[in-house]
């Protein structure tokens, strides 16, 4: 599966952006599907995961309440919802793909680069 990222941008703190991860091929839904984020100068850092079926979603602490991932599996996207954004939300954002919603995920698309000003 290839997976292609888009959304990022700049946008103050408070703001709200909404990432998409467009995948390609037929086998879309068989996938657990995750995001990750690494700001500069850090490890890339698990932001939230989706199962299969969309009953199984897991979220890092640091954004539970504020970031949404949902999947539309009949237009092989997953996306990110990130509202009350702030500015250590920072980061290169990339979405994976894998037979886990927690991971390990095997395919990994390009970054989307998300600034948040203060």
């Known amino acids: 599966v290839q997976l292609q990222a888009s959304g990022g941008g700049l946008v103050q703190a408070g703001g709200s952006l909404r990432l998409s991860c467009a995948a390609s091929?037929?086998?879309?839904?068989?996938?657990?599907m995750g995001w990750y984020r690494q700001a500069p100068g850090q490890e890339r850092e698990f932001v939230a995961g989706?199962?299969?079926?969309?009953?199984?979603?897991y979220y890092v602490d640091s954004v539970k309440g504020r970031f949404t991932i949902s999947r539309d599996n009949a237009k092989n996207t997953v996306y990110l919802q990130m509202n009350s954004l702030k500015p250590e939300d920072t980061a290169v954002y990339y979405c994976?793909?894998?037979?886990?919603?927690?991971?390990?995920?095997?395919?990994w698309g390009q970054g989307t680069l998300v600034t948040v000003s203060s």
């Open positions: 091929g037929r086998t879309f839904s068989t996938f657990a």
């Open positions: 994976a793909a894998g037979s886990n919603y927690k991971g390990p995920f095997h395919y």
């Open positions: 989706i199962s299969q079926s969309r009953g199984w979603i």
